[in-house]
């Protein structure tokens, strides 16, 4: 083979390398964009923005109740032990009072035990993949309302799980699946297609013309040579 002809094939080779290269973050790109664009996507994210602002809208209105109930609970306490203390009865105004601070601390008892399932349960959480920060808010809290204390004082599900069996079984749920990203296939990527072959005719470089050369790597149709 002349030396013309080994330099035409190393220009050759080295076009098609670099058209190789510089098609893969291209693909890469177009890949992320479609991702970005996704019909679906873009529904589950609608989905989770409305069940957050529902939920939100019910728990906001849940506190005030309970907020509102514990004030009127309050000052009829308050009134009750002063009746008491201006009708001389001390003991039964001292009573009720005995009685207000064991009520407080059995709530600051309950918060800080809730507190604590709280921390349980966000670290098994941690382990997790969600679409979003709104996706964990919500399986927290889906996950919290399903659990009790057992006779150990324990916090575990109804059925009787640990926290960790639960969470497990809860993000492998289809029903829950829209809450978590997907997970990419590492195993399969993107190839870059090889050149076909021109198997109709199998014509040796040497018998080509230099335009002849060009014009096929100009297509793509470089294969297998006979030299």
Same mark, same amino acid.
């Given at each position: 083979m002349s030396e013309e002809e080994n330099k035409i094939e190393d220009v050759v080779t080295e076009t098609n390398e670099t058209e190789t290269v510089e098609q893969e973050p291209v693909q890469e790109a177009s890949s992320t964009e479609e991702q970005d664009n996704d019909p679906i996507e873009q529904a589950i994210n609608d989905r989770l923005t409305k069940? &957050?602002?529902?939920?939100?809208?019910? =728990? &906001?209105e849940r506190d005030a109740a309970l907020q509102k109930a514990a004030e009127v609970e309050q000052s009829q306490k308050q009134a009750e032990i002063k009746r008491l203390e201006e009708e001389g009865k001390l003991t039964e105004a001292l009573e009720m009072k005995l009685a207000e601070s064991q009520a407080k601390l059995k709530v600051f008892e309950e918060e800080n035990t809730k507190l604590n399932r709280d921390n349980v349960v966000n670290s098994? @959480? %941690? +382990? @997790?993949?969600?679409?979003n920060e709104r996706s964990r808010q919500m399986a927290q809290r889906d996950i919290v309302e399903q659990l009790v204390q057992n006779e150990n004082g324990s916090w575990v599900h109804k059925s009787g799980t +640990?926290?960790?069996?639960? =969470?497990e079984s809860y993000s492998k749920n289809e029903d829950n699946s *829209? @809450? *978590?990203? =997907? &997970?990419?296939?590492? /195993? %399969? /990527? !993107? !190839? +870059?297609?090889?050149a076909p072959s021109n198997t109709d005719e199998k014509k040796s470089l040497s018998k080509m013309s230099t335009d002849e050369v060009l014009a096929l790597a100009a297509k793509g149709q470089l294969g297998s040579f006979n030299y």
């Open positions: 069940m &957050k602002s529902n939920m939100d809208r019910m =728990v &906001k098994q @959480l %941690a +382990t @997790l993949e969600f679409r +640990t926290i960790q069996e639960f =969470v *829209f @809450l *978590f990203r =997907v &997970k990419a296939n590492s /195993g %399969a /990527g !993107t !190839t +870059t297609p090889s």
